[in-house]
């Protein structure tokens, strides 16, 4: 029985204010000990009725909803004796409504975690250790990409399961034709490659101005992925931080990715868009733009059928959500039986299929790429994405905040050299 699907503004913003809420190859990770499953009930036995609270991020638009009904809707099926209460709220507010939620003791069973904010959360004693909750057995553990499954773990330990999304880099079809882009050239193979490519795909009108951009960052919001995906260029083992989640970015290869961002900026080849603005692809400022995958469908739904996924041979960013248990949930094992059940392989193909969410099970690739060819771009990815650095930072807003303010400055005046220094010194300063 499925019951109310709450919005956040039923459900905190009355009582609350929002706020803002090396690199190789990984190896295959050795599943952790599991304890013995508890013994079956006996075949009289009724069930007692369990009811599953369960959060998530998002604006619950139609495609969300619809995928995470289905998914949830199946798992009661067969569990008749569970119900679940699905809570979309939106980003902004959402770690202002859960932060409040734990600490009054009556947050959700089984809730998303941003990247950005797992570290702090799983600090406060908030996040199940799933590991003796998951059967040895399971299935997860061979099929997930080993990079995607170590994303949920730290010291070891498997306390969330991940939800991931790489980097690529979309583009304009019709725009690569119009410019006699050859295929060759769409695929990344150095630095050099994506400069000229850049180049290539900016668009000019009959007096030379510029009328769509090659490329576009956004240096006051997300300029951290930008820096890591073009540091990643130079170095496949650049990170963010290091394990003790110093940082651990001032390198000489990430001055000279930053410094190259800013002598396309200065050609006029790069657009800068604003805090909060979509993709310039999405927009049609740029002809190709760096996102998450799910950005294909909304990207080719305002350009349709013109929109393709660059070959990148080169490193990059692992970024995305966890889903993890409440570590003060009533209903331990029902929880995490839930959870492994929106990561099921029958899950991840309705999430494939209604939210082009790519899951990182191996055994369905070939099912991924076949409801598109080009994802099979995206794939090709995967096996080079990396996250910053160690998972669950509990400093990363902070540390984060100055390096997009000092990525920033870097284009109005301030060097790349003195800009990543500055940030550096000040995010050393927040861990002493």
Not at 209 to 236: K, W
Not at 292 to 306: H, L, N
Not at 400 to 422: Q, Y
């Amino acid at each position: 029985m499925k019951l109310m699907k709450l919005f956040v503004a039923l459900l905190v913003l009355t009582m609350f204010a929002a706020c803002g809420g090396g690199t190789t190859a990984p190896s295959a990770p050795t599943a952790p000990t599991a304890t013995a499953d508890s013994p079956a009930a006996p075949a009289d036995a009724v069930a007692e009725p369990v009811h599953l609270v369960v959060w998530v991020a998002g604006a619950g638009d139609i495609t969300q909803l619809d995928a995470y009904e289905a998914v949830l809707d199946n798992f009661v099926a067969e569990n008749p004796h569970i119900t679940y209460e699905l809570t979309f709220i939106a980003w902004g507010d959402y770690f202002t409504a859960l932060n409040t939620a734990l600490l009054g003791g009556v947050g959700p069973d089984v809730f998303m975690l941003g990247f950005g904010q797992a570290g702090t959360v799983y600090a406060g004693g908030d996040v199940l250790d799933l590991t003796p909750h998951i059967p040895a057995d399971w299935d997860g553990w061979d099929d997930f990409l080993p990079n995607v499954l170590e994303m949920g773990r730290i010291n070891g330990r498997q306390v969330g399961l991940f939800n991931p999304s790489t980097r690529v880099i979309l583009y304009r079809r019709d725009i690569a034709e119009q410019n006699g882009v050859s295929a060759d050239e769409l695929n990344i193979r150095s630095p050099e490659d994506f400069y000229n490519l850049v180049r290539r795909m900016t668009v000019f009108n009959e007096a030379g101005n510029v009328e769509v951009f090659g490329f576009d960052i956004t240096p006051a919001m997300s300029s951290e992925q930008e820096l890591f995906f073009q540091a990643m260029m130079y170095d496949p083992g650049f990170t963010l931080w290091d394990d003790n989640f110093m940082p651990n970015f001032n390198t000489p290869d990430a001055v000279i990715a930053w410094d190259m961002m800013n002598q396309l900026f200065e050609e006029g080849y790069l657009a800068l868009r604003d805090a909060g603005a979509t993709s310039g692809i999405q927009r049609g400022v740029s002809a190709m733009s760096m996102v998450s995958e799910i950005t294909y469908a909304v990207a080719d739904s305002m350009f349709p059928g013109q929109i393709g996924v660059i070959r990148n041979d080169m490193n990059t960013l692992l970024i995305g959500n966890y889903k993890v248990v409440n570590s003060a949930t009533r209903h331990v094992q029902e929880s995490v039986d839930l959870l492994l059940h929106m990561f099921s392989v029958e899950s991840s193909i309705i999430f494939a299929e209604v939210m082009t969410q790519y899951s990182g099970r191996m055994s369905l690739n070939e099912h991924f790429v076949g409801l598109n060819p080009d994802f099979e771009n995206i794939i090709h990815a995967y096996a080079r994405s990396f996250s910053y650095g160690a998972t669950f930072n509990p400093l990363f807003n902070q540390g984060i905040a100055t390096l997009r303010l000092a990525l920033e400055t870097a284009f109005h005046g301030t060097s790349s050299a003195e800009a990543l220094a500055t940030s550096q010194n000040e995010w050393s300063a927040l861990l002493e």
